[in-house]
């Protein structure tokens, strides 16, 4: 499943939140889930699963191939394989390993900045001292705006990087009193 989500996350542009791929764990809400079998390869699990005679069921869409998981599982990343790196699949997953590393420590980073750069935080509000804002770096800016939204709304689910682009825009060119619709 990592390489995949890697994968087709890549091709439709998301950027390094969505390039770390699939967690093996993390909290969702206030439930908190473990995949304890993320990183465990689909055949060495079907053969331990019949050295066991354990029974296993297999979902049907699976192998329908016009949902853009499977046709990247079932086409485009066993071509990749054959042609480029016969261990995509691992590099993949140790790709987003990696970038799940860098995250955690840009997005503490961002934490602590966006703290220094607070002048007033409410629940509804986020008032900032814009001069220290844009003296940090523009990831750091990228990941504080995102922090921002993610207080402000409970959720960056729906932020795009249009919306990470209008903001900067906004704070850099806009004149005083503009606003910016996420």
Not at 29 to 42: A, G, H, N, T
Not at 44 to 62: A, C, G, T, W
Not at 78 to 83: E, F, G, I, N, V
Request: hydrophobic letters at 35%; charged letters at 25%.
């Amino acid at each position: 499943d990592q390489a995949e989500t890697v994968l087709m996350r890549f091709l439709k542009g998301s950027g390094l939140t969505g390039y770390q791929g699939i967690w093996s764990q993390r909290h969702i809400y206030d439930m908190r889930v473990i995949r304890p079998l993320l990183d465990v390869d689909k055949h060495e699990l079907l053969s331990y699963l019949r050295k066991q005679k354990q029974s296993f069921v297999e979902d049907p869409s699976n192998k329908d191939l016009s949902l853009t998981r499977n046709f990247i599982r079932h086409k485009i990343l066993p071509q990749l394989s054959k042609t480029l790196n016969p261990q995509l699949t691992k590099t993949l997953a140790r790709s987003a390993n990696i970038l799940q590393t860098d995250y955690v420590y840009l997005e503490s980073q961002a934490k602590r900045r966006l703290k220094a750069c607070a002048l007033k935080t409410t629940s509804s509000a986020l008032t900032l001292d814009l001069a220290k804002f844009q003296r940090s770096n523009q990831a750091l800016q990228r990941m504080m705006i995102r922090l921002a939204a993610q207080h402000l709304s409970g959720s960056t689910r729906q932020l795009t990087f249009q919306h990470i682009q209008d903001v900067e825009d906004l704070l850099e060119y806009r004149p005083k009193g503009s606003v910016v619709h996420l």
